[in-house]
């Protein structure tokens, strides 16, 4: 059973392009977090989903920021016009359903470079 | 409102010589209590869990945390130090059966040889 993917491992974009990155939750597994790492310090939440539906988004920026978990095919977090500051990785985890121990399983994340 | 303090951002300690990472929480709810382990520009690896059940937790690799009601504390700790135990450690907060997880800023451990 492979654990949580995520690609691409690394991301370097220029200011004001669009970055995009990809999370394949756990087989079975239809619940996906996704939360940023800046520099020395811990993950902070950013959106909480699941199949077609965005249940908490209280972390994301207002701004640029957007997240879908379609029916078919992996979790997209969407950054548009990105600036030097999105410079962070970004972790994906998924859970199989709310009702459990709240245990999330991450994937190895998503290194974010803005030139 | 919950919220999770790691009293110490770095911890350095002798191969060999025991590890104590500590860890405070509050939580409005039932709390589901964790610790996570990341090296150096990898992932996070689940240590433990604490979801209500035995109050001392045993974990992968040699921790083990004990989840104290009374101090709200949820200290990781290890016997022994190895050299590959050099890594980030956040302690994390959520209720159970909920979804809103509270990272903790996280401690760093060094191990000297």
């Avoid at chain 1, 491992?9 to 999370?23: D, F, K, M, T």
């Amino acid at each position: 059973n492979a654990g949580v993917m995520q690609n691409p491992r690394h991301l370097v974009r220029r200011r004001g392009q669009e970055a995009r990155l990809r999370c394949s939750p756990m087989k079975g597994h239809s619940h996906v977090y996704w939360y940023r790492q800046l520099p020395e310090e811990g993950l902070k939440f950013m959106v909480y989903l699941q199949k077609e539906n965005i249940i908490d988004e209280s972390g994301m920026p207002k701004e640029r920021f957007s997240a879908e978990f379609p029916k078919e095919g992996p979790s997209i977090l969407r950054i548009q016009q990105v600036v030097r500051g999105d410079s962070a990785a970004y972790f994906c985890a998924s859970s199989p359903e709310i009702g459990a121990d709240g245990t999330q399983y991450f994937g190895p994340g998503t290194r974010l470079l803005v030139l | 409102a919950q919220s999770v303090t790691q009293l110490d951002s770095h911890v350095s300690v002798s191969e060999g010589t025991p590890v104590l990472l500590r860890c405070n929480y509050s939580s409005s709810y039932s709390p589901s209590l964790f610790w996570y382990v990341q090296h150096p520009n990898k992932g996070l690896q689940l240590l433990l869990k604490y979801t209500s059940a035995a109050t001392l937790v045993k974990g992968i690799n040699g921790f083990e945390a004990e989840f104290k009601k009374s101090e709200t504390s949820f200290h990781l700790t290890k016997p022994s130090a190895h050299m590959s135990d050099a890594a980030e450690y956040f302690c994390v907060v959520t209720h159970t059966g909920g979804f809103k997880t509270i990272f903790g800023a996280g401690t760093r451990l060094f191990v000297k040889a």
